[in-house]
């Protein structure tokens, strides 16, 4: 854990360590409570977060504090649903055939794209169909976050471009945040998964020699970081910490070995993702589908 710290300027602590990455997202010292004072870096950044991942007023759910009244019953209601998805996709039905296509070989990363957003947007209205302009919205959202220009977020901002991003995004899947949500940050981590699976796909011995689980695994990728902020001030595995402290749970590179493969989805956590059956499932779907056809030929 690395702790900075300028009273009054900045107080941000980096998490890396497993193990404390779970301490922190179980103890209820720490939340995703993100108005309110402290230290004017700290502030910023939150408020940054607070307005991308936020639709007229309306938070989305990954940035709800744990104690919101309706979170964990939407929480709930979504893992149900999509886990009953999960055990129709992961045999590879029809439905996944475009994606199975592109990892063998067929199409650009821009077709891939579509078609991820596409099929995040199905789950939540049956005929949603991605376009070039729900494509560019969810990116343009996606690069507000970690983009330093300064100068382009100010003019996003102030254009009013990027809350038009959302609105668009927002008006194809009846207004659902979640589902606005996912089109913007989980399709890009879909996508990075199938890029990878192309990889492996592309490589003979590998293809025939890997488990269905292991290549599913391969292609699972972490948000590179969630973050909590703290209620009180205290101390965590030996780290001071003040009240408003901004804790960075890293979970990219903290997920990376096999026994912390459930930081992936934050799965002993309460904030544990509804799609943490979903998303492998879909994975292994198309890879079922991949090494049929590519058997064949
Ligand atoms: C590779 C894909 C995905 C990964 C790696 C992933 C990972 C995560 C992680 C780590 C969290 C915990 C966030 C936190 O503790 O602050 C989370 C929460 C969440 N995820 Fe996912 N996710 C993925 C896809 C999706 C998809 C496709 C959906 C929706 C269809 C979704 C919906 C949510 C929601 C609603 C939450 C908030 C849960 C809550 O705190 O109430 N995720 N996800």
Not at 220 to 231: D, E, I, N, S, Y
Request: proline share 4%; charged share 25%.
């Amino acid at each position: 854990m690395k702790r900075t710290y300028f009273p009054g300027i900045t107080d941000i602590v980096a998490v890396t360590d497993p193990a404390e990455i779970r301490t922190i997202s179980n103890d209820s010292r720490f939340d995703r409570d993100f108005l309110g004072h402290g230290p004017v870096r700290n502030v910023q950044f939150l408020r940054k977060i607070l307005r991308i991942f936020s639709l007229n007023g309306r938070l989305f759910q990954t940035i709800l504090p744990r104690t919101d009244p309706s979170r964990a019953a939407a929480q709930e209601e979504l893992w149900s649903r999509l886990n009953v998805k999960a055990d129709e996709v992961k045999h590879g039905p029809a439905q996944v055939q475009p994606l199975a296509e592109w990892v063998r070989g067929i199409g650009t990363a821009d077709r891939l794209d579509l078609l991820v957003q596409q099929s995040i947007g199905r789950l939540f209205v049956e005929s949603f169909a991605a376009t070039d302009e729900s494509l560019g919205a969810a990116r343009m959202v996606l690069e507000a976050v970690s983009s330093s220009n300064v100068l382009k977020m100010l003019w996003w901002r102030i254009s009013g471009r990027l809350e038009r991003a959302k609105t668009l995004l927002a008006s194809m899947v009846n207004g659902d945040l979640t589902a606005v949500n996912a089109m913007i940050t989980a399709r890009q981590l879909i996508v990075d998964g199938l890029h990878k699976m192309r990889q492996l796909a592309a490589d003979p011995a590998l293809r025939s020699s890997i488990t269905t689980d292991a290549a599913v695994d391969e292609c699972l990728f972490a948000p590179a970081a969630v973050f909590r902020k703290a209620k009180t001030s205290g101390e965590v595995a030996g780290c001071p910490f003040g009240r408003g402290s901004l804790f960075i749970l890293e979970l990219g590179s903290a997920s990376r070995g096999a026994v912390n493969r459930d930081l992936v989805f934050l799965s002993q956590s309460w904030s544990h993702c509804p799609a943490e059956k979903w998303v492998p499932a879909l994975l292994e779907g198309v890879w079922t589908r991949v090494s049929a056809t590519l058997h064949e030929s």
